[in-house]
């Protein structure tokens, strides 16, 4: 179960790349490739593969929260850029958020290195969260982690039923249900650190706590990434959708344009009659488009009866012409 979240997080790492240079769509990369490294290094496997190549001294658990921290930071600020349009309140928002990271960051640090950290361990709050040192590590870390959750989850609420497409508040919502989760993900942690102390380690309390930690995580990795796909999904099913509705109308308006446009052979490209493989054109919205121009085109240069449409003939062309119209229209307003 731990390699889930980590996995997920490195494939939306991947998807996330062509933007990773993009002054507006570049922090949610950055979230993501934060991210997946802080799962992937806590994983235990990992985690004892990895802290002997730092140094040991539990130093990959520093690089591990560092990475959180900054990871969630910087998720905050891709939320804020995406939601907030109040240009005003968007900048002190993330003004305060970098202030926040800074202050989160250089205290995790400082009380790491104020801790005594011997031996590997990637349970550093049971071997050795009696240090001040380590509580201020652990503390800080998650303090920040949950704030930035409610936060997110806060702007998300304050901001969906503004939204226009369906798309974005769903997954605007899904973000905000993913943040809750984590949050009592932390929550999950710090009980199972006080369980721990009373019951010890091998306790069923700790045990069913465990469970939950690694269910929870990776539930809410899952909803969060799937709520930034989601708009980017959505364009590419209405994409494909207009695109086989296209395709329909090509093979509809094929026979009107065989009979109507080779009364006027010099008003087309094309010399020869369409057949029904006209469904499988490269680029069937320009075609569509072209047959509706040249039906138009001999319409209006010849007044002879079977040039002119009948009813059925009307309604065809009529609603091609409105379906590229529909699609010229929505891309003039996003």
């Excluded at 989160?104 to 640090?109: H, M, N």
């Excluded at 093979?251 to 029904?276: C, D, K, M, Q, Y």
């Amino acid at each position: 179960m731990e390699y889930v979240p980590a996995a997920t997080l490195w494939v939306l790492t991947i998807l996330r790349l062509p933007a990773a240079l993009d002054p507006h769509r570049g922090s949610v990369f950055r979230a993501t490739i934060l991210a997946a490294i802080a799962c992937t290094l806590y994983i235990p496997a990992v985690y004892y593969t990895v802290d002997p190549l730092l140094g040991g001294r539990n130093h990959v658990g520093l690089a591990t929260l560092l990475s959180l921290l900054l990871g969630f930071w910087q998720f905050r600020t891709a939320i804020l850029l995406a939601a907030v349009d109040d240009v005003e309140v968007r900048r002190r928002q993330l003004a305060f958020g970098r202030c926040a990271a800074v202050i989160a960051c250089s205290a995790v640090t400082a009380g790491f290195i104020a801790s005594r950290t011997p031996v590997t361990d990637p349970n550093l709050p049971l071997s050795y969260g009696d240090q001040l040192g380590m509580a201020v590590f652990l503390w800080t870390g998650s303090a920040f982690i949950m704030w930035i959750c409610l936060d997110i989850a806060r702007v998300c609420h304050d901001n969906v039923p503004s939204m226009r497409a369906r798309a974005f508040r769903s997954a605007f919502v899904l973000i905000a249900i993913g943040c809750i989760l984590f949050a009592l993900v932390l929550v999950d942690r710090l009980v199972y650190g006080v369980v721990t102390k009373i019951e010890g380690a091998a306790s069923p309390s700790a045990a069913v706590l465990t469970v939950l930690y690694w269910v929870g995580e990776t539930f809410a990795v899952l909803l969060v990434s799937i709520g930034l796909l989601l708009p980017r999904l959505a364009g590419h099913l209405k994409h494909g959708t207009f695109l086989v509705h296209v395709r329909l109308l090509l093979l509809e308006i094929r026979p009107i344009w065989n009979r109507v446009a080779f009364t006027h052979r010099e008003l087309v490209l094309e010399g020869r009659r369409a057949s029904r493989l006209i469904v499988l054109s490269r680029h069937a919205e320009t075609q569509l488009h072209r047959r509706l121009v040249e039906i138009r085109d001999c319409e209006l240069a010849s007044s002879a009866t079977n040039v002119r449409l009948d009813a059925h003939d009307r309604s065809v062309v009529e609603r091609a012409e409105l379906t590229l119209e529909s699609r010229s229209g929505a891309r003039l307003t996003r």
